[in-house]
C-alpha cells in the first residue's frame, strides 16, 4: 500500500537556522532519503518551496479566487513529502518516525486512497 508523509516544519525557524545546522539537516535528510531507496520503500519525495511562493485556489459562485500564500495561518507549514511503498500503515508510521522532520516538527502519515478501492466502495 502507498502511504504519504507529509512533513510539516515552521519555516520561519528553518530560515533563520545557522548555516551549520541546514547542512546538518540536509544530510539527515539525505541519510533518510537513502535508507528509503535502498529498502525500496521509496516511491517520490521532494521539499517544498516556502509558503510565499504558494497560491490557493478555489472556485466559488463560477468563479475562480486566487490567494497568495497559503490558506491557513498555522505554526507549522508544508515543508515537503515522501510517498513511500508499506506493508501497513505500521510499518509507514515506524519510517515517519525515521524522518527529519519528526524531531522537530510533525510527519502526517496519510494512506493513499488508490482509485480503483475508492471505485469499489462507492
Known amino acids: 500500500m502507498r502511504y504519504m508523509l507529509l512533513i510539516y516544519n515552521d519555516e520561519a525557524a528553518t530560515a533563520n537556522a545557522p548555516r551549520e545546522r541546514i547542512e ?16 525500496g520503500a521509496w516511491l517520490a519525495g521532494d521539499r517544498l518551496r516556502p509558503t510565499q511562493a504558494a497560491a490557493s485556489v478555489r472556485m466559488a459562485n463560477g468563479k475562480t479566487n486566487v490567494l497568495d500564500g497559503p490558506y491557513a495561518d498555522t505554526k507549522e507549514q ?43 466502495e462507492k
Open 24 to 39: 546538518q539537516i540536509l544530510a539527515a535528510y539525505g541519510a533518510y532519503t537513502e535508507a528509503l531507496k535502498t529498502s
Open 78 to 120: 508544508l515543508a515537503g513529502f515522501y510517498m513511500i511503498e508499506a506493508t501497513d500503515i505500521d510499518t509507514a508510521k515506524e519510517w515517519a518516525g525515521r524522518c527529519p522532520a519528526a524531531s522537530t516538527g510533525t510527519v502526517e502519515v496519510r494512506p493513499i486512497w488508490e482509485m480503483a478501492e475508492y471505485l469499489s
